[in-house]
């Protein structure tokens, strides 16, 4: 039995015919219930260890604090069927392809209101949470075991314990895992090997925090990230900050001349090489690009590196942050762009112009803004405008992005449904649902900047 083979010690299961196994656990000196909830966590269908415990308490009501040797505990709300694990565990896209989520940072996916916020999402239909892999901060939000990151310490404080789990009680409800990594803005990495991080033209390290978008060290730190996460059960590899940085770069080098490359051209080779690898894996990538490049200004696409035409034939979808409160203040003649959510309409559209030539172009799934910044009269009603701006606009899904985690507002327009629509698809040989890439509409395919904000 499968249980029996991840017991840990003193525990033993009951089997009676007709009936669900039981577990039991036969404390041993110094055990308590705390400790007894953390050793059989992996095996409950209680995401917090805290709520496990207690949970076990009621299931033991004589029990005490600090154990007797030999007590012997009935363990409630153990799962009742094994889980998959590694690529078995994965969901994959929807049939349509159409992805609707929020992000949560890792504190928030390690933290009391994870399983809440996912069981609103499920009852909206919602089935996509984008969690991070590492921010910009450079740190990892669970114990990895790449190299580069641990010798950095950039997982030493990591909150999610277990990164296989936590997806799984996302996908339990229907939800595909989105594992966003930052790519070359990464603090701690910069900060810990100089070799990866950009040069100045003296020779030495540009210390901004970041690392050189043309390195091929730094590209191989986030495809072993990325491969980590696809070891997880993650359903789509995002990457954000795929792009040269703005500020701070007066005196750097990137080396392009001697190597007759553009910014442009690094960005694309490394979203290739990224995309070799989730491809093999039948895992989606998906770029999270500037919102100002939506509009195809040259200056800015040369300064930043990404080119939606250039990029939409090396991942599957192509996420531009089109927050009306991120463009510059006088934006197409606005003195508050923060306050039209109908600029998600001109973002999401002027993405589609630059990748309708393209061949196996990726789908254009937008972040929507779900914060109150810069933004007179934001609300539940704005949320609305730009979901409605979306989608009427040609989109293939949308991305709700709140650094604080709070999405009460889009949870009080997005209605309920009378039944989850995120349910699993069958198993393929693409990611499960996704078109062929040879009909019409496919996307799964065979091989000074004026916005401001994150990208």
């Given at each position: 039995?499968?249980?029996?083979?991840?017991?840990?010690?003193?525990?033993?299961?009951?089997?009676?015919?007709?009936?669900?196994?039981?577990?039991?656990?036969?404390?041993?000196?110094?055990?308590?219930?705390?400790?007894?909830?953390?050793?059989?966590?992996?095996?409950?269908?209680?995401?917090?260890?805290?709520?496990?415990?207690?949970?076990?308490?009621?299931?033991?009501?004589?029990?005490?604090?600090?154990?007797?040797?030999?007590?012997?505990?009935?363990?409630?709300?153990?799962?009742?069927?094994?889980?998959?694990?590694?690529?078995?565990?994965?969901?994959?896209?929807?049939?349509?392809?159409?992805?609707?989520?929020?992000?949560?940072?890792?504190?928030?996916?390690?933290?009391?209101?994870?399983?809440?916020?996912?069981?609103?999402?499920?009852?909206?239909?919602?089935?996509?949470?984008?969690?991070?892999?590492?921010?910009?901060?450079?740190?990892?939000?669970?114990?990895?075991?790449?190299?580069?990151?641990?010798?950095?310490?950039?997982?030493?404080?990591?909150?999610?314990?277990?990164?296989?789990?936590?997806?799984?009680?996302?996908?339990?409800?229907?939800?595909?895992?989105?594992?966003?990594?930052?790519?070359?803005?990464?603090?701690?990495?910069?900060?810990?090997?100089?070799?990866?991080?950009?040069?100045?033209?003296?020779?030495?390290?540009?210390?901004?925090?970041?690392?050189?978008?043309?390195?091929?060290?730094?590209?191989?730190?986030?495809?072993?990230?990325?491969?980590e996460a696809m070891d997880a059960g993650a359903?789509?590899?995002?990457?954000?900050?795929?792009?040269?940085?703005?500020?701070?770069?007066?005196?750097?080098?990137?080396?392009l001349k001697e190597r007759n490359l553009t910014?442009?051209?690094?960005?694309?080779?490394?979203?290739?090489?990224?995309?070799?690898?989730?491809?093999?894996?039948?895992?989606?990538?998906?770029?999270?690009?500037?919102?100002?490049?939506?509009?195809?200004?040259?200056?800015?696409?040369?300064?930043?590196?990404?080119?939606?035409?250039?990029?939409?034939?090396?991942?599957?979808?192509?996420?531009?942050?089109?927050?009306?409160?991120?463009?510059?203040?006088?934006?197409?003649?606005?003195?508050?762009?923060?306050?039209?959510?109908?600029?998600?309409?001109?973002?999401?559209?002027?993405?589609?112009?630059?990748?309708?030539?393209?061949?196996?172009?990726?789908?254009?799934?937008?972040?929507?803004?779900?914060?109150?910044?810069?933004?007179?009269?934001?609300?539940?009603?704005?949320?609305?405008?730009?979901?409605?701006?979306?989608?009427?606009?040609?989109?293939?899904?949308?991305?709700?992005?709140?650094?604080?985690?709070?999405?009460?507002?889009?949870?009080?327009?997005?209605?309920?449904?009378?039944?989850?629509?995120?349910?699993?698809?069958?198993?393929?040989?693409?990611?499960?649902?996704?078109?062929?890439?040879?009909?019409?509409?496919?996307?799964?395919?065979?091989?000074?900047?004026?916005?401001?904000?994150?990208?």
């Open positions: 039995m499968w249980i029996r083979e991840r017991l840990p010690e003193g525990g033993e299961v009951e089997v009676a015919p007709g009936e669900a196994p039981r577990v039991f656990h036969t404390a041993s000196a110094g055990e308590s219930i705390e400790k007894i909830a953390f050793l059989y966590l992996s095996l409950s269908d209680i995401y917090l260890p805290r709520d496990f415990a207690e949970r076990i308490r009621q299931a033991n009501p004589k029990s005490r604090y600090v154990l007797k040797p030999g007590t012997r505990l009935a363990i409630p709300h153990i799962v009742s069927a094994p889980f998959a694990e590694g690529d078995a565990a994965r969901l994959g896209w929807p049939a349509d392809g159409v992805m609707r989520g929020v992000y949560l940072r890792g504190d928030t996916a390690a933290g009391p209101y994870f399983v809440g916020i996912l069981d609103h999402m499920a009852d909206r239909g919602m089935n996509a949470v984008v969690l991070d892999t590492k921010d910009t901060d450079g740190l990892l939000t669970y114990k990895s075991k790449v190299p580069v990151a641990v010798a950095a310490k950039a997982t030493d404080a990591a909150p999610i314990r277990d990164l296989a789990r936590a997806i799984r009680f996302a996908h339990d409800r229907g939800i595909r895992v989105i594992m966003r990594i930052s790519c070359f803005h990464d603090e701690s990495v910069a900060r810990h090997r100089l070799d990866m991080s950009i040069r100045g033209n003296w020779g030495g390290a540009l210390r901004i925090g970041w690392l050189d978008p043309g390195n091929e060290l730094a590209h191989q730190y986030i495809v072993d990230l990325a491969k359903d789509e590899i995002q990457l954000d900050y795929v792009r040269y940085p703005v500020f701070g770069t007066k005196n750097a080098d990137f080396h910014r442009v051209d690094v960005i694309r080779d490394f979203a290739r090489e990224v995309h070799e690898v989730t491809r093999a894996r039948h895992v989606p990538l998906s770029l999270d690009v500037f919102g100002v490049i939506a509009l195809g200004k040259r200056v800015d696409i040369d300064i930043l590196g990404q080119e939606l035409s250039v990029l939409a034939p090396e991942c599957e979808a192509l996420s531009p942050m089109i927050y009306p409160s991120h463009y510059a203040k006088g934006f197409m003649g606005f003195d508050e762009p923060g306050a039209h959510p109908e600029l998600i309409a001109v973002g999401t559209k002027g993405a589609l112009e630059q990748v309708s030539n393209v061949p196996h172009a990726a789908i254009i799934r937008p972040w929507l803004q779900d914060m109150n910044w810069e933004s007179p009269g934001f609300g539940p009603e704005y949320v609305r405008q730009e979901i409605k701006h979306a989608e009427a606009s040609g989109s293939t899904g949308w991305l709700l992005w709140n650094p604080a985690q709070n999405y009460s507002d889009a949870f009080q327009v997005i209605p309920k449904t009378s039944k989850r629509l995120s349910e699993p698809q069958p198993s393929s040989s693409r990611p499960r649902g996704a078109k062929d890439p040879r009909s019409s509409g496919s996307r799964w395919s065979s091989r000074g900047t004026s916005g401001r904000g994150r990208a």
